[in-house]
């Protein structure tokens, strides 16, 4: 079992930023991916960037790249998902997740970001 916590999110306007932190715990050592998904509302969850453990490869939604950067926090084993230049379309709940060696996935309680025009 992976537990994962989340911080960070809020309210900001059009154009600023915030940065999300996810921290894991119990069996990290299996950890293969972890990475953000958003939903807002009506929409399907999706995923935005994911990191792999590894290598730290990283990859972007198109929607984000350029704007949202993530790295791996090694003193938490977690994920940090700096986003930038953020619009009023990035409004939705995010999602830390975590893909584990054995296809298992985690998931955390979501966040919510709200960017306002």
């Known amino acids: 079992q992976v537990q994962l916590e989340e911080s960070g999110g809020g309210l900001v306007q059009a154009g600023g930023s915030l940065r999300l932190s996810c921290a894991a715990s119990g069996r990290t050592f299996t950890m293969y991916k972890m990475g953000w998904f958003r939903q807002a509302p009506g929409q399907e969850r999706e995923l935005v960037a994911s990191?792999?453990?590894?290598?730290?490869?990283?990859t972007y939604t198109d929607s984000v790249k350029d704007r949202f950067t993530i790295s791996r926090d090694r003193a938490k084993n977690g994920v940090d998902l700096q986003m930038n230049s953020l619009k009023v379309e990035d409004t939705a709940v995010y999602y830390c997740?975590?893909?584990?060696?054995?296809?298992?996935?985690?998931w955390g309680q979501g966040t919510q970001v709200t960017v306002s025009s």
């Open positions: 990191i792999t453990w590894s290598c730290d490869s990283a």
């Open positions: 997740w975590a893909f584990v060696y054995g296809a298992a996935q985690y």
